[in-house]
């Protein structure tokens, strides 16, 4: 007979619910209250969304939240950039699949990925009738979410048939997107060229924030490794560097850097106010990435180094292929969560003057055509932050999973 | 046994202050000669191991002379790095490195340091994880074998290195007993075979079969220094007989 393990019942959803909110009758009074008072918020909201709202402020103004005055004979690189990020993220997301780490069983689509799908094509369907988009433009919209899908799809199907060797290098297409994006927004090599002044709305938020990101991770690391460092100097320097900029706000930070620098380098060798304000995010942001990625350094034992090096890796390479994977793996969801308020930070380059996503805002809402429509340009903006947001910590949980080696997904079975 | 007496390691009168003051190493000597397995024991906090972790650099010290296969330890980062490619190291903690896989921790520092192909690499590696006797589990992660296992697999990374002496630092401390005996047959092929070890351990019963000389230290000196026949049975000083006492 087979053994009978204990509580193999699984109640109903009826059951569970009644057991989790009505469990006793204060449990249900406090259940009640709650419950009615969610109703009552959400039949509010639903109310005024589609009832009262007058949502003509963001469909009217939507190309200027999106790019801001970016002129308009140019903006076909930024549809064109759009449509090349698109086929990158479908193939790296389908190679990802296609190419589990070691050995681990490929499932060509998870539920994970099938919810995915279908909120992109949610989105593509919803989004030119919400903004009330101009036919071309939603047919674009179109082309690119059926792209995404169809690279997906292609590099889930054969991503596996690539040879080693060049799969190596797959990775490789980001950091060349990212020159030629930078190439496409600011013109240059035979384009004509866009001044980082004209930049705006989201398209500025996402470069400052992506800039900033990708400059100051590996700024971080080296002022973490420095900051535990034996040479007294770099020590110091370090420790001097970080306590400096994580005692100061960065709203002041941001002042500081344009007005100083324009005072301290001559005329033309100061950097455009944009990329003075990216700079001061980049410095500030790298000095509390390196105090995140100083507790991983510090969750590492000795003995890891001390191995290593009795092996007899130089330290560079200890580090490198010994302590940082370990350390970074650590460090990463409080790095993600820098990365997050500098995301968030980037409002502040309204403040300065910058027509980042607030900014734009700001001026639509001076408009005194859209006066009083705050709350609708507030709440939109509040979405788009949210959903960067939320991209952002579900693709840092996605790279834990995957640098965990004894992660179920990542485990080899027995042999 | 193939001894021969080339001197694999020399170390006189070495002497170490610990940052804080404390004088862990009160003028050591040791001479080790090649294929000869030398076992250190002694009390805790008696220096032992310590005095071990000078011969690869990992201690640094501060009287004294150490020269190891006939090169001179000395701050020159040089020379330090030339002997830790010679010597190899196995840890009471293993200290395997959980983000790579068994055979990826055999063929890291070949492959770096040695700058070897990798495909050669890794069939030594597959070699020597056989010899260990866990060839299959070679593609787990580190924290998915039991302890002796990974002592194995420790053992195996530092033979990887092709080293011409190894230094066991109480490799056996943190096993289950049952798992002991499968590591100390391990090591006791290795004497077999001719390697010269150096072994820091409290297992009497691997002092007495496997060791050629056997050394009590005490409070940062040498008590004692014997073939295990003699160091067992007549030790001639009454520290090490209060030792022997205490252990058995």
Known sequence: ?415 | MTRSDAVMIEARGVEKWYPNGFHALRGVDLTVEQGEVVVIMGPSGSGKSTFLRTFNALEDFQKGSISVDGITLSDDLRHIDAIRREVGMVFQQFNLFPHLTVLQNLTLAPVLVRKLPKAEVQRRALDLLERVGIAEQAHKYPGQLSGGQQQRVAIARSLCMEPRILLFDEPTSALDPEMVQEVLEVMQALARDGMTMVVVTHEVRFARQVAHRVVLMDAGVVVESAPPEQFFTDPQHERSRQFLSQIS
């Open chain 1, 1 to 415: 007979m087979a053994p009978v393990s204990p509580v193999m019942v699984r109640p109903g959803p009826w059951q569970r619910l009644r057991r989790e909110l009505f469990a006793s009758r204060v449990d249900g009074l406090i259940s009640i209250g709650l419950i009615g008072g969610l109703v009552a918020v959400g039949l509010g909201l639903a109310k005024w969304v589609l009832v009262q709202a007058q949502w003509t402020v963001i469909s009217a103004n939507s190309t200027l939240f999106a790019v801001g005055r970016y002129p308009l004979e140019q903006q076909w690189r930024l549809w064109l950039l759009t449509t090349l990020l698109a086929l990158a993220t479908g193939l790296s997301w389908g190679l990802l699949r296609a190419l589990p780490r070691s050995g681990a069983s490929a499932r060509a689509w998870p539920r994970n990925d099938r919810w995915a799908v279908a909120i992109l094509v949610v989105l593509a369907l919803w989004r030119p009738m919400a903004l009330q988009l101009a036919l071309p433009i939603q047919l674009r919209w179109w082309a690119i979410t059926g792209l995404l899908l169809l690279a997906r799809w292609a590099a889930g199907r054969w991503g596996a048939a690539i040879p080693a060797s060049a799969r190596r290098w797959m990775p490789l297409i980001w950091p060349l997107l990212y020159l030629l994006g930078m190439v496409l927004i600011s013109g240059g090599l035979g384009l004509v060229r866009v001044a980082p002044s004209d930049w705006g709305g989201l398209l500025l938020t996402l470069l400052m924030a992506t800039f900033s990101i990708l400059l100051c991770f590996p700024l971080g690391v080296l002022l973490a490794l420095g900051r535990r460092s034996n040479l007294p100097l770099l020590r110091w320097g370090s420790v001097l560097y970080i306590e400096f900029v994580r005692g100061a706000p960065l709203i002041t930070l941001l002042f500081l850097g344009q007005n100083i620098l324009g005072f301290l380098l001559p005329g033309g060798l100061a950097p455009d106010r944009v990329w003075r304000a990216a700079w001061v995010l980049t410095f500030f942001a790298a000095a509390y990435v390196a105090e995140a990625v100083r507790s991983g350094l510090a969750a590492i034992p000795a003995g890891q180094l001390e191995a290593a090096r009795s092996l007899g890796l130089p330290m560079p390479q200890a580090l490198i292929h010994v302590v940082l994977p370990q350390a970074l793996r650590v460090a990463l969801p409080a790095t993600v969560g820098q990365f997050i308020s500098l995301l968030q930070d980037t409002t502040l380059l309204s403040l300065i003057g910058l027509l980042d996503l607030l900014g734009t805002a700001r001026t639509v809402m001076a408009n005194p055509a859209y006066l009083g429509r705050n709350a609708e340009v507030y709440l939109v903006l509040a979405v788009l932050f949210w959903c960067c947001c939320a991209a952002l910590g579900l693709g840092s949980r996605a790279l834990e999973t995957r640098l965990n080696p004894t992660a179920p997904s990542n485990v080899t079975p027995s042999r």
